[in-house]
Each structure stands twice: as C-alpha cells, then as structure tokens.
C-alpha cells in the first residue's frame, strides 16, 4: 500500500470517513472536540525572522526516554474497530517515528502483543492507560498485567470513571485485557443511578494514594483541569500530569484544555512534566500548547484516521506530517529547539 497524496494530516479525515461504517465513524468521532480544535487554531503566531536556529530539532527526553518528538499517540480503544491490525499497527508506527503511545485499557489487542510490536520496531516501551476497575483488587490485576507485560509507564485516566463502549462492537472485537464486564452494580431501589450506582465505584484520592504504592512506575494523572487537583496528584507521589477534557466525551461544556492549562501550569511550578490532550490537529497547535507550557501533547483522532485508511503506514505518515508542520512552525518563530518555545512566539 503506498501513501496517498495528502499534505496535512488532517486531509485523512476524508480518507478514514471512506474506510468506514457509519456507526464506526459516530463513535470514533464523538464528543465536543471542535471547541478544543477551535482555542487552538484561534491563537495567532508571532513570526520571528532572522533568528539562527539551523540545526534545530524536536527532541526531548520524558520519563527517562529518549524520543524523537512530542507527540504521544493517546489511548483509543477498540483499534481493530478502525483496522485488523489494531493497536500492533499503532505500536509499529510510533516505534518507526522514534515516538510514544499509551496503550488503553480498552485495547482489542493483548498487551503483551502491543509492547512486543513496540520494542521489536526499535521504540522505547509503552505507557499504559489505566481506567478504575470497581475496586482494588481488579485494578491492581490489571495494572500487574501491564508491569508484566513491560509498560514503562502507567496513566491513571480519573474524568471518566466508568468507561464502556457506545456502540455495539463485533464479536471478534472487545477488551481484551480486562476481566469479566465492568458495569456497575445497580442501586437499591429508590437509589441513584449517578451516586449510588456509577460514582460509588468511582475512584477517590485515596485510591490515587494507594496506587501510587502498587508501582514504582511512572505515575502519571489524566483528566486534570483544576490546578489544585494538579498540586494534590504531585503531593500523593505522581510524577506527571495530562491535562485533557477528553476531547469533549464525558462532560458536555466542561473547560477546554488550553484554557485549563497555563492555570496548571502555574500552580505545578516546574515539579512535574504537564502533558496536553484534547484538539491537536497539526504541528501547529503543539507549539501552541508548548508556548502555554505543555512538555508534549497528546494525539489522538488523526492518528486513527491514518490508521483506519492506510494501517501502519497511515499512522507513521501522520506523525511525520505532525514532526514537519511543527518544525516548519518552530523554525519560523525562532525556535531551534522545544525548550525555545514559549509565550513570546505568539500574539
């Protein structure tokens, strides 16, 4: 199979809609991403010329890591929704851009599997995104999954605690990594659904806690939008943050990102990388999140268009096109290097 003609990674989109069924597509794009797209794409550029910055590049270490770029592919479940590869064709293509992934707990993939693609293809091992499983016991068996499995990273997800697929799957696709279905026990009669049935297996901050002792992995949160939930992760132990609404998918009209982030930002002070999630469409919009402080970003929707048209290949391209368009942008604001990125590159 060989690349299409496109020029931006967002020119996938068209070709993934193609590749899929209709109720495939809902799914994959559910959720009040415009609104995460649209503060992006608002902030204007301050052009630099003149500056000196040949021999630039992308390159920053995270967790210990060394990686070619910023991009972090998000966790998205049910890849083989998208393509029969699945989550091994995303593992190959991060691992052939000198990249990350975040593998779901919602993966249709063993984990075991995914690492192996990762390591083989010459890329670093790995995180693994965790969701709570209704109570200690199962969500420690889960995460010793992925210790064992060799993740090198753990991304505890806390703004969705309850996290189960909207549209009927195919039988030859579910969660392959978890136990017996998660729904939550119904309530007593005249009990609430919300606060008697979902939220009271729902995890707290002692559970953030306790898992900080169950690993000495890198412990990262994601869904953090308050700064004082940020500064009371960092005290409990956890060595990162991913500041994300979830692309809009669990809380219709809650805080955008990048509003939510320099506040974050702020109140970390330096104690903790803060990774951004939600709406990056393009280099572009990572320099934008970098300018407002963001050590790397996360990707999420293009990665799976590109997979769901071309596989592998589709992926590996996308993340290219991304590195590119963010350093044609950095070059041309006077950034040689991530760590010139700041607020004085925009208006």
Known sequence: MSLPPVERASDYMSLARACLDEATWRYLQDGDGTGNERALSEVRLMPRPLSAVAGGHTRLHL????LAHPF??????YQRLFHADGEVATAMAAAAQGGQQVISSLASTPVETIVQAAVEGGGPAPWFQL??????ARTLRLLRKAVDAGCSAIVFTVDAPVKLATMRLPADIHAVNLEASAHADKPAEGGSLVFDGWMAQAPTWDDVAWLRTQTTLP???????HPDDAARALDLGCDGLIVSNHGGRVLE???LSLAALPRVVARVAGRAPVLFDSGVRGGRDALVAMAHGAT???LGRPYVWGLASHGALGVAHVIRLMRDELEMTMALTGCATLADIDLSRLV
């Open 63 to 66: 967790f210990g890591q060394a």
């Open 72 to 77: 972090v592919l998000a966790p998205v479940a």
């Open 131 to 136: 969701y709570w499983q209704r109570d200690r």
């Open 219 to 225: 412990l990262l949160i994601k869904g953090v939008l």
């Open 253 to 255: 009209g809650a805080a």
């Open 296 to 298: 790397a970003v996360l």
